[in-house]
Nanobody, 125 residues
């Protein structure tokens, strides 16, 4: 059974940083697309970042415009874990953040096969 478990969320002040982790179990995702999405109260789930890796660790990363330069997606194959480093956080980044895996595309939530349960990130002003 495939599981994605997010961790690292919490409360942070505006301008601060957090690193989210997504630990996968049940299979490896060495060459699969992994992504992060978020959903704020009363809003639809939105794309945050995604990346696709090759077996030679060459990868392509894509970010939502408002996250470019602030968020970085990365992975540790040995730990089967994907990370989202978030810096210069703003109150509007407050949301539940979800890890997702295996997709033909990058930005569409409907394309992803596996999802984590989500983790709260709250940025205070």
């Amino acid at each position: 059974q495939v599981q994605l478990v997010e961790s690292g969320g919490g409360l942070v002040q505006a301008g601060g940083s957090l690193r989210l982790s997504c630990a996968a179990s049940g299979r490896t995702f060495v060459s699969d697309t992994m992504g992060w999405f978020r959903q704020a109260p009363g809003k639809e789930r939105e794309f945050v970042a995604a990346a696709r890796w090759s077996r030679r660790n060459v990868y392509y990363a894509d970010y939502a415009d408002s996250m470019k330069g602030r968020f970085t997606i990365s992975r540790d194959n040995a730990k089967n874990t994907v990370y989202l480093q978030m810096t210069s956080l703003k109150p509007e980044d407050t949301a539940v953040y979800y890890c997702a895996a295996v997709s033909d595309g990058l930005r569409s939530a409907n394309d992803y096969k596996y999802w984590g349960q989500g983790i709260q990130v709250t940025v205070s002003s």
